[in-house]
DNA sequence: GTAAAACTGATTGTGCGCAATATAATGGAG
DNA sequence: CTCCATTATATTGCGCACAATCAGTTTTAC
């Protein structure tokens, strides 16, 4: 019918192929993070705290939310249940009470031999090739700080 | 510290890229989307209803998890409160009771109108212009049909 | 014609995301 | 020192996503 209207035609949309591919990616990793009973957000949490880990750097909750855009109604359960896991351990600051600090245990360090041959094995088979990820990464990015530049969506 | 290790840098994962990208596209519909009252999942659901209306086809709840890649546990309770609201019927097929077709209402076709001016709202104002919208989006289809095509991701 | 298999949705349970609110501690301004 | 705004995390509630299971229906095999 009217033509105009193609601008909400699904396949139009840069919001729906961006969330048909995030989906399909974390569907991708689900078999892989199954083998070390983690969650896709919970594998992103533990690779902020072995980076951290390796650079001797603190972690605290809110720095994992400020990486991750992540608030604490996400995080906190979260965190507790890799606490009783027992591969974090979170410990509220003693200088400053309001502050929780997170670190890996050993066994959640050791978890990161496991979890190194992951990006290897997701995409392999797909053909999709090194080059073209790292172009869509970028991209990605910049998008991102785009989008996060601006305050507000409506103001202008 | 090894280098190599830099594959589980969250900076260097396409993964990650894409669950932010479109966390904060999602953020930055639902400003927009609140004037609907909808929810981002609720306005894919109503996109793909309003096309079907325009060509006169019917949709089935298969149809809409076929389309948007989601199943019966995230569309029932979904498409159970949009009827609440009168934005949609659900109407059980007496040919073969397993089917149940999902179309929109008048007060759900109406929104439609609404509706059209959200695509050019969302990114005013961020400096993505549409060329660029448009080769990402197709850059993220044609990754998203590689996914999807190959069944096992271990299977080499 | 009956039994087995496949299909379509609904239900249940767990874990995010995120808004709104609460709690508690800190760091000033006076 | 006291009041108060700010900061950091926790709690609650709702709505997805998705796995697992179930209940009818229809189709297929024999």
Same mark, same amino acid.
């Given at each position: ?95 400053? *009470? +309001?502050? &929780? @600090? ?12 496991? #979890? !190194?041959?992951? /990006? ?10 090194? *080059? +073209?990820? &790292? @172009? ?12 996060? #530049? !601006?305050?507000? /969506?409506?103001?202008?």
């Amino acid at each position: 019918m009217s033509t105009d209207d193609d601008v909400l035609a699904l396949d139009n949309q840069l919001c729906f192929a961006l969330y048909a591919a995030n989906r399909a990616v974390t569907a991708r990793y689900r078999p892989l993070l199954a083998e070390l009973n983690l969650t896709y957000p919970q594998y992103l949490v533990m690779l902020v705290l072995w980076e951290a880990h390796q650079e001797g750097s603190v972690v605290r909750v809110s720095d994992l939310g400020n990486r991750l855009r992540l608030d604490s109604g996400t995080l906190t359960p979260l965190l507790k249940r890799l606490a009783e896991r027992d591969l974090v351990t979170r410990q509220r600051n003693t200088a400053d *009470e +309001r502050v &929780v @600090a997170v670190a890996p245990t050993e066994k959640g360090i050791a978890m990161r031999r496991q #979890a !190194r041959e992951i /990006p290897e094995r997701l995409l392999c088979g797909t053909g999709i090739d090194e *080059e +073209r990820i &790292v @172009a869509l990464r970028e991209e990605l990015r910049a998008v991102l700080s785009l989008l996060e #530049a !601006r305050g507000e /969506p409506s103001d202008q």
